[in-house]
């Protein structure tokens, strides 16, 4: 995204290198980039050496084989060797022109830059062994995709126009990889990515596969892109657990005028069959996706988009009173390479003034979750998107303005930019007007096989409200791919027609159900961690270890109902910053296995800093840890104060016959639907003293002092060492912490291997 370029420079600043490569000393390393924004690679021109425009599965390992042997020589010279691979661009090496009016263009007649393209998704590299990080993403799961490429043909979308030909992995492959990546992850959800999944030649097959070793590996699987019919609703509830929360439609537009303008045909009827399907199925919500800025909209295209919803409510209430609708609104924004790229963009105010058409509509339903982007970061996204060189300026200023991570909506920086538009001179109405379709383009250099005569023919079309059907399912629309990649077309047209008549002679073998086997052992394991993993929350402690565990080939023992986990119990939750060597995981298993094996295949698997010390059987029916823990005992490591005062607060803490503390509790929810809240969390006082069993110094050095800890359970509480740490008077960011043993009613002897 546009929106990540100031922390591309930030990537550049501190690696210690100048942002504009012009700068760069003759002997350092070539700084490339590639990726969707690329195909306008002009913004950003001034500060990366040379871009991949296309696919890089291939091209990478060129790259790599073209700078090894010539890493000796100079930039120029290394920038002309990697000029000459398919798909490079470098910018330094190309003659543009500059206009009277200051737009830097390429050169009229200059050789085109052409995409690279991977003949076969079987055949590219795939990386199974990928790293997966311990703290949570917003994307958290094994992502495979299945299908590139879209022919569906709506006008606003750029990923479905540069990714053509379609091409697909095959059911063998796709299997294959999903074993491969889910043994060396760990991962518990499978993610099959593509534009719209529904489109593989053979989606039955596929989900039937899927579905199998999903259930075998203990995994949920999930169709991120669906296409907008009855067939997606059914291929969603084949992979769908028990429990169903909602599903996703992209509709884009609420009225058939406009949807004739985006080329995304379906009736208001159909939706709504959809949407009753969906409810009909177990589903709780239906989330819609639209865009209000769309060329040719109207107020009335946007109010549309209200009462479409409310019927979608009603359709769905009818059948769950507690149905809801949640809405994602984005603000279009022309991408280059689309029959859009000519249209106009709506201003923030404007946005602001369409958002607030649709907010005035939906306060009527507290069933509705009207969610919508930030005008303020769309407003950037069309500052960059259809720019020439002379955007760098802006980035670079907005940059040293204090901008950096615009894609977070609270902490984008609009005045940074405001400003630097100020500063730079920017037109901004330039950027946001329509554009002559013979106009000359900053991209025009770029070749993504289909023509630029073709875009300007769809959006004359677009104008007229035609509508195009996919070119799998009729006729060729000559839109320039088949001319460069006739080969791949072809496939692509033969694949999906042998896959079609497949899918109907295909009978799917019957889905036996999924019987959980009893538990027949429980290991109880010593664990802790040191330094980086010590600022992870306890969420991502526990998944940290679920996914090594999966690694290790544990066989998980797993609960039954609604949303199955495995049965994996902890002896505390450990705060964040916390370190340990004396923490307990019990792992319930539906196998036997010796423990000494599964702990040194665990170890094999560890990240680094996480720490399994020990591992022993213990009876199934044994209590849960966390009802077992009696005490904890804590070193704490102090930088500061001196020995002596130390001893000196230790002991008049200790002398106290009452250590009162504020400790916050829990507040029940309050109202209901939009109105819910949670009340401000409330303090009461404890007396805190009767669990400080032991509380003295330790080893004593010049640099720092031992602080040793032993608190015992009282009255179902524990005293923490937060609280030991602010009663003493100690600075809570440079005391560290360490867990040395959580002492259970019954202690189990662990030898540490």
């Not at 020995?643 to 929810?669: G, H, P």
């Not at 031992?706 to 179902?716: A, G, K, S, Y």
């Given at each position: 995204?546009?929106?990540?370029?100031?922390?591309i420079?930030t990537?550049?600043?501190?690696s210690?290198?100048?942002?504009?490569?012009?700068?760069?000393?003759?002997?350092?390393?070539?700084?490339?980039?590639?990726?969707?924004?690329s195909?306008?690679p002009?913004?950003?021109?001034?500060?990366?050496?040379?871009?991949?425009?296309?696919?890089?599965?291939?091209v990478?390992?060129?790259?790599?084989?073209?700078i090894?042997?010539?890493?000796?020589?100079?930039?120029?010279?290394?920038l002309?060797?990697?000029?000459?691979?398919e798909?490079?661009?470098?910018?330094?090496?190309?003659?543009?022109?500059?206009?009277p009016?200051g737009q830097?263009?390429?050169?009229?007649?200059?050789?085109?830059?052409?995409?690279?393209?991977?003949?076969?998704?079987d055949?590219?590299k795939?990386?199974?062994?990928?790293?997966?990080?311990?703290?949570?993403?917003?994307?958290?799961?094994l992502s495979?995709?299945v299908l590139?490429?879209?022919?569906q043909?709506c006008?606003?979308?750029?990923?479905?126009?540069?990714?053509?030909?379609?091409?697909?992995?095959?059911?063998?492959?796709?299997?294959?990889?999903?074993?491969?990546?889910?043994?060396k992850?760990?991962?518990?959800?499978?993610?099959?990515?593509?534009?719209?999944t529904c489109?593989?030649?053979?989606?039955?097959?596929?989900?039937?596969?899927?579905a199998?070793?999903?259930?075998?590996?203990?995994?949920?699987i999930?169709?991120?892109?669906?296409?907008?019919?009855?067939f997606?609703?059914?291929?969603a509830d084949?992979?769908?657990?028990?429990?169903?929360?909602?599903?996703?439609?992209a509709?884009?537009?609420?009225?058939?005028?406009?949807?004739a303008?985006?080329?995304?045909?379906i009736p208001?009827?159909?939706?709504?069959?959809?949407?009753?399907?969906?409810?009909?199925r177990?589903?709780?919500h239906?989330?819609c996706?639209?865009?209000i800025?769309?060329p040719?909209?109207?107020?009335?295209?946007?109010?549309?988009i209200?009462?479409?919803?409310?019927?979608n409510?009603?359709v769905?209430?009818?059948?769950?009173?507690?149905?809801?609708?949640?809405?994602?609104?984005?603000?279009?924004?022309?991408?280059?390479?689309?029959?859009?790229?000519?249209?106009?963009?709506?201003?923030?105010e404007?946005?602001?003034r369409?958002?607030?058409?649709?907010d005035?509509g939906?306060?009527?339903?507290?069933s509705i979750?009207f969610?919508?982007?930030?005008?303020?970061t769309?407003?950037?996204?069309?500052?960059?998107?259809?720019a020439?060189?002379?955007?760098?300026?802006?980035?670079?200023?907005?940059?040293?303005?204090g901008?950096?991570?615009?894609s977070?909506?609270?902490?984008?920086?609009l005045?940074?930019?405001l400003?630097?538009?100020e500063?730079?001179?920017?037109?901004?109405?330039?950027?946001?007007?329509e554009?002559?379709?013979?106009?000359?383009?900053?991209?025009?250099?770029?070749?993504?096989?289909?023509?630029k005569?073709?875009?300007?023919?769809d959006?004359a079309?677009?104008?007229?409200?035609?509508y195009?059907?996919?070119?799998?399912a009729?006729?060729?629309?000559?839109?320039?791919?088949?001319d460069?990649e006739q080969e791949?077309?072809?496939?692509?047209?033969?694949n999906?027609r042998?896959?079609?008549?497949?899918?109907?002679?295909?009978?799917?073998?019957?889905?036996?159900?999924?019987?959980?086997?009893?538990?027949?052992q429980?290991i109880?394991?010593?664990i802790?961690?040191?330094g980086?993993?010590?600022?992870?929350?306890?969420?991502e402690?526990?998944?940290?270890?679920?996914?090594?565990?999966?690694?290790?080939?544990?066989?998980?023992?797993?609960?039954q109902g609604?949303?199955?986990?495995?049965?994996?119990?902890?002896?505390?939750?450990?705060?964040?910053?916390?370190?340990?060597?004396?923490d307990?995981?019990?792992v319930?298993?539906?196998?036997?296995v010796?423990?000494?094996?599964?702990?040194e295949?665990?170890?094999?698997?560890l990240?680094?800093g996480?720490?399994?010390l020990?591992?022993?059987?213990?009876?199934?029916?044994?209590?849960s840890?966390m009802?077992?823990?009696?005490?904890?005992d804590?070193?704490?490591?102090?930088?500061?104060?001196s020995?002596?005062e130390?001893?000196?607060?230790?002991?008049?803490?200790?002398d106290?016959?009452?250590?009162?503390?504020?400790?916050?509790v829990?507040?029940?929810?309050?109202?209901?639907?939009?109105?819910?809240?949670?009340?401000p969390?409330?303090?009461?006082?404890?007396?805190?003293?009767?669990?400080?069993?032991?509380?003295?110094?330790?080893?004593?050095?010049d640099?720092?002092?031992?602080?040793?800890f032993?608190t015992?359970l009282?009255?179902?509480k524990l005293?923490?060492p937060?609280?030991?740490?602010?009663?003493?008077?100690?600075?809570?960011?440079?005391?560290?912490?360490l867990?040395?043993d959580?002492?259970?009613?019954r202690?189990?002897?662990?030898?540490?291997?």
């Amino acid at each position: 995204s546009e929106l990540t370029y100031t922390n591309i420079l930030t990537i550049i600043d501190l690696s210690g290198f100048p942002l504009r490569s012009k700068d760069r000393a003759d002997d350092a390393p070539l700084i490339f980039a590639g990726g969707p924004t690329s195909f306008n690679p002009e913004p950003m021109a001034p500060f990366i050496d040379f871009f991949v425009i296309g696919e890089g599965e291939d091209v990478v390992v060129e790259i790599a084989e073209c700078i090894r042997p010539i890493k000796h020589l100079s930039r120029l010279d290394r920038l002309k060797a990697v000029e000459k691979i398919e798909g490079v661009y470098v910018p330094e090496l190309y003659p543009f022109d500059t206009l009277p009016n200051g737009q830097i263009l390429p050169k009229i007649g200059a050789p085109l830059i052409r995409k690279r393209v991977v003949d076969s998704l079987d055949g590219a590299k795939f990386p199974t062994a990928y790293i997966v990080p311990y703290t949570q993403q917003v994307h958290d799961r094994l992502s495979l995709e299945v299908l590139r490429g879209c022919t569906q043909g709506c006008r606003f979308c750029q990923a479905g126009m540069v990714t053509r030909p379609v091409r697909e992995r095959s059911l063998k492959n796709i299997d294959q990889l999903m074993r491969e990546s889910l043994e060396k992850t760990g991962y518990e959800e499978v993610s099959l990515v593509s534009l719209s999944t529904c489109d593989y030649s053979r989606p039955l097959q596929l989900i039937d596969q899927a579905a199998r070793q999903g259930r075998e590996s203990r995994v949920s699987i999930s169709l991120p892109s669906l296409r907008l019919d009855s067939f997606s609703v059914e291929m969603a509830d084949k992979v769908a657990d028990i429990r169903r929360s909602g599903r996703n439609f992209a509709p884009e537009a609420a009225t058939p005028r406009l949807r004739a303008v985006i080329n995304k045909w379906i009736p208001d009827e159909e939706l709504l069959e959809m949407s009753a399907e969906a409810f009909k199925r177990g589903w709780k919500h239906v989330k819609c996706y639209f865009m209000i800025g769309l060329p040719t909209e109207r107020d009335e295209d946007v109010e549309a988009i209200v009462d479409l919803c409310f019927r979608n409510l009603k359709v769905g209430k009818d059948i769950n009173p507690k149905a809801r609708i949640h809405l994602g609104i984005s603000t279009f924004v022309p991408k280059p390479f689309t029959p859009f790229q000519w249209a106009p963009q709506i201003n923030m105010e404007e946005t602001e003034r369409r958002q607030k058409i649709l907010d005035t509509g939906f306060k009527k339903s507290a069933s509705i979750k009207f969610g919508r982007h930030d005008p303020q970061t769309t407003f950037i996204e069309g500052l960059i998107t259809r720019a020439d060189r002379r955007c760098a300026d802006l980035i670079e200023t907005a940059w040293k303005n204090g901008a950096r991570f615009e894609s977070w909506d609270e902490l984008c920086n609009l005045k940074a930019w405001l400003k630097a538009i100020e500063q730079t001179d920017y037109d901004v109405e330039f950027e946001f007007r329509e554009r002559d379709p013979e106009e000359r383009l900053p991209w025009d250099h770029i070749d993504v096989l289909i023509t630029k005569k073709w875009l300007q023919e769809d959006w004359a079309r677009a104008k007229q409200y035609e509508y195009a059907q996919d070119c799998r399912a009729g006729k060729c629309h000559m839109c320039g791919v088949i001319d460069k990649e006739q080969e791949l077309c072809s496939h692509m047209l033969r694949n999906q027609r042998k896959g079609r008549i497949e899918e109907k002679k295909w009978t799917p073998p019957p889905l036996p159900e999924y019987i959980e086997p009893e538990a027949v052992q429980r290991i109880r394991f010593r664990i802790g961690r040191t330094g980086d993993p010590r600022f992870l929350s306890h969420l991502e402690w526990m998944n940290a270890w679920i996914r090594t565990l999966r690694r290790a080939r544990a066989p998980l023992s797993y609960s039954q109902g609604f949303h199955a986990h495995p049965k994996i119990n902890f002896a505390a939750a450990l705060p964040v910053g916390e370190e340990s060597q004396g923490d307990y995981m019990d792992v319930t298993l539906k196998d036997f296995v010796h423990p000494s094996d599964l702990l040194e295949r665990i170890k094999q698997t560890l990240p680094e800093g996480f720490l399994a010390l020990g591992a022993e059987d213990i009876p199934l029916r044994t209590p849960s840890l966390m009802s077992s823990v009696s005490g904890i005992d804590y070193n704490l490591f102090v930088e500061g104060p001196s020995a002596e005062e130390l001893e000196a607060r230790i002991t008049a803490l200790m002398d106290s016959e009452e250590v009162i503390i504020q400790r916050k509790v829990k507040n029940k929810q309050k109202g209901r639907g939009r109105k819910q809240r949670r009340a401000p969390k409330k303090t009461a006082p404890l007396n805190i003293r009767p669990m400080i069993y032991g509380l003295a110094l330790g080893e004593c050095s010049d640099e720092r002092v031992t602080i040793l800890f032993t608190t015992l359970l009282q009255e179902n509480k524990l005293a923490k060492p937060k609280e030991i740490i602010e009663l003493l008077g100690l600075d809570p960011v440079s005391t560290r912490v360490l867990k040395c043993d959580t002492m259970l009613e019954r202690e189990a002897v662990f030898a540490v291997q």
